[in-house]
Structure formats: structure tokens, C-alpha cells
């Protein structure tokens, strides 16, 4: 009922064992060595340039060209030892396209760091918004590319694999309708992400409207895009509503603005003085940039005015703190210097 086992068959040559384990240390040893060697060298050579973009380089590649060093030693090894032939014969085919692709990713990661790093030492704050859009947004589309290149040549070493491409090949018609129809979303993510890095509608850290909410731009990606509110909360809009649909950029050439501050006042208010209290109020103010400060009459009806004071500033966070503190102040100057000016309730509701 049961077969006998030869115990010959299964017997270990430990003389072969033994030569197979020390090729494989030895090659081991000089791929470390070697990748010592180079990588102290270049850490020295890094260390005299004055910018630290060399260095990032450096440490964001060390990992991957360390094994990458190892799996070349093995290889060598293998040429030289049966044992270690066979068994790595029957892993290359998965590893040496997992570790190329390891160090394309590094490599990307790394030049997009220093990219960063130089974009965000430049003295421009909207070319330094541009260049920081474009590295972000190209270095994940070669991100995606990498790891999809790097995913399909490991899984078409599996025998299953290879025949289902081939038999899905042969019907080159039916194979494009199911690849098209199943890539879609992805393709129009990717399409939509290069489109947002070349023609740059908007970019990290602008200021934008869109859909009902205000706020920064945190993060683009290649689907969505990432809104920090001043409430800290965080709104995810899809990459195509910035492409599809008309939205506000407030800070697209710079962040200068003017923003208005609207008194509603009875008709019988004195708009001379309110404008030069204004005005002298605006010219001491730290946060105002001396470009536009007006005071003008923008409607009359029959139991209000409308006096709009408009104001510039710097940055949109020194026009917010500006536009308070004139609302604020001249609120306080009406209620000291003419009261009457003031809607009460009671007007304000007739007048509405």
C-alpha cells in the first residue's frame, strides 16, 4: 500500500552545501564592501558641496543599491556554484525587475526631494508654488508609471499569467474595448494630473474657491486635490472639477489684494469726516501696502447708504486682519463721533 522511500534520493551532498554557503558569503561580503566603499566616497564628495541636495540623493538611493549590489554578487556566485544557480535561477525573473524598479522609485523620489528643497529655498514665492506643483505632480505620475511597468514584468513571470496575456492578445479588438473601458478612470486621473502640472490653473499653497468652499491648496494628486479650509477642515475635490468646471483663484500671479469693507449708515451720516478718519486710520495701520485705500458712496436708498472702504494688502492673511480691524475701528469712531449715523434695528429693518 504505501511505497517504499529511497533514502538516496533524498540524501544532501553537505560537502556541496558547505562550498555553496561560503560562495554565496563571500559574494555577499564583497557586494557589502564594495557598496561601503563607494557610498563613504560619495558621502565625502556630497559633503563638500554647499547645497545639501547631494546628500538627499545619496541617502534616498543607499538602500536599494545595497541589495541591488547583493543580488549582482549572487548572481556572480551562481555562475560558479550549481546550488546557488538553481536556486537563483528560480527567483531572478521576480527579484531583478522588483529591485530596478526599487531603485527608478528611489531615484525618482530623490531628484523630486532636491527639486523641492531648491524650489523652496528660491526667493519667488509664486515660481517657487509653480515648480513645487509641477515636481509633485510629475514625480507621482513616474511613480505610477514605475510601479506598473515594475508589477506587470513580475507578474508576467508567472506561466498562468503569460498565457492569459497572450490568449487576451490574440483578439486585439475585444482586448483594447476591455482595457480601455477598465483603464478609464485611471487614464483620465493621469491625463487630468499632467494637464494640471503644464498648464498650472492652480498650484501648492494657492488660495481658491471652488464648490462652496475657500482655502489652500495642500495637496494635488493625480485624482483629487486636497483644500485646507481656514477652519482646519479639509475638503477633497476630484482633479477634473478644477479642469471642467470655472473656479476662483485668488492667488495666481501673486497675493495681493484689495478687499472691501461695506458700512451700512443712515442717510443723514457726514461722509467726509468717516473718509478722512479712514484714511488716517489706514496710513498707520502696519498691515496695509500703501496701494489702494478708497472710501466711496456705492448705493443710496431711501432709508440707508452704502459707504465701501476698500483696501489693499500684502498677503491675503494681512488683508483679513486689516479688513477686521477697520471694521472694528470705525465702528468705534461712529458710535463716539456721530451716533446718528448708525442704522438702528428698527431702520435697518423698514430700509430692507
Do not use: C
Not at 526599487?102 to 526631494?113: D, Q, S
Not at 483644500?227 to 495681493?256: G, H, K, Q, Y
Not at 477686521?324 to 449715523?341: T, V
Request: neutral net charge.
Amino acid at each position: 500500500m504505501f511505497r517504499e522511500l529511497n533514502p538516496a534520493r533524498y540524501s544532501i551532498d553537505w560537502t556541496e552545501a558547505a562550498h555553496a554557503a561560503i560562495y554565496g558569503a563571500v559574494a555577499i561580503a564583497i557586494a557589502l564592501i564594495v557598496h561601503r566603499i563607494a557610498f563613504a566616497i560619495a558621502d565625502r564628495l556630497s559633503a563638500r558641496t554647499a547645497t545639501p541636495v547631494d546628500g538627499m540623493v545619496i541617502d534616498r538611493i543607499r538602500t536599494p543599491v545595497r541589495w541591488a549590489l547583493v543580488a549582482v554578487g549572487i548572481a556572480l556566485a551562481a555562475k560558479a556554484d550549481p546550488w546557488i544557480g538553481h536556486v537563483w535561477y528560480a527567483l531572478d525573473n521576480f527579484l531583478l525587475p522588483a529591485l530596478l524598479g526599487w531603485i527608478a522609485y528611489a531615484v525618482i523620489k530623490a531628484f523630486a526631494l532636491a527639486l523641492d528643497h531648491r524650489a523652496e529655498a528660491s526667493v519667488d514665492l509664486a515660481a517657487a508654488r509653480s515648480h513645487r506643483t509641477r515636481i509633485s505632480i510629475l514625480s507621482r505620475t513616474a511613480t505610477f508609471v514605475v510601479l506598473f511597468v515594475t508589477v506587470g514584468l513580475m507578474l508576467f513571470q508567472l506561466p498562468g499569467v503569460s498565457q492569459v496575456g497572450a490568449t487576451i492578445l490574440a483578439s486585439a479588438g475585444l482586448a483594447a474595448l476591455a482595457v480601455g473601458a477598465a483603464a478609464q478612470p485611471a487614464l483620465k486621473s493621469l491625463i487630468a494630473g499632467l494637464q494640471m502640472a503644464i498648464t498650472e490653473p492652480i498650484r501648492l499653497g494657492d488660495m481658491v474657491v471652488i464648490d462652496g468652499h475657500t482655502g489652500r491648496v495642500e495637496e494635488i494628486r493625480m485624482s483629487f486635490v486636497v483644500v485646507r479650509m481656514w477652519d482646519e477642515r479639509t475638503a477633497i475635490v476630484p482633479t477634473s472639477r478644477f479642469l471642467d468646471n470655472s473656479f476662483e483663484n485668488w492667488t495666481r500671479a501673486s497675493e495681493v489684494l484689495t478687499g472691501p469693507v461695506f458700512l451700512h449708515l443712515d442717510p443723514s451720516a457726514e461722509i467726509a469726516p468717516i473718509r478722512a478718519e479712514f484714511e488716517r486710520f489706514v496710513a498707520e495701520h502696519p498691515r496695509w501696502d500703501q496701494r489702494t485705500a478708497q472710501a466711496l458712496l456705492t448705493e443710496a436708498r431711501a432709508g440707508s447708504v452704502e459707504l465701501r472702504l476698500a483696501v489693499s494688502a500684502a498677503t491675503i492673511g494681512d488683508l483679513f486682519e486689516l479688513r477686521a480691524a477697520i471694521r472694528e475701528h470705525m465702528l468705534d469712531w461712529l458710535r463716539k463721533e456721530q451716533p446718528k449715523a448708525l442704522l438702528h434695528a428698527t431702520v435697518a429693518a423698514g430700509a430692507s
